[in-house]
């Protein structure tokens, strides 16, 4: 049974998001409703930490697909650091890495925003 964690820290204007376990159809709503919670209280910058992530399905990356639209309407925007090889040939596939910023790690993602 699929299950999703999160840990949340604030790095001056960027919001770290820590993901851990599984994103499907069961668990993808679960972060639409934190991602939907964050940008009501001011989050522009999102940062997505998945090191923690085992799995993402097509539900998750149409969550995530959402989300990166409506923050770039609202010259906000999502980017993703620590990809397991799994996660980032899911994403690779459905062309979400060529919508986002991708980074190897927090440090690089938290500078090159």
Known sequence: ????NFKEKSHGDK?????????????APELKVKLELSIENGATKIVLDFSDLTYISSAGIGVLNSIQKYLKDK????????????????MDLMYFTKKVKVFPNLDGALAGF
């Open 75 to 90: 010259s906000g925007e999502v980017v993703l650091v620590n990809l397991s090889k799994e996660v980032k040939d899911t």
């Open 1 to 4: 049974m699929a299950n999703i």
């Open 15 to 27: 919001f770290v998001i820590q993901v851990s376990g599984e994103i499907d159809a069961k668990t």
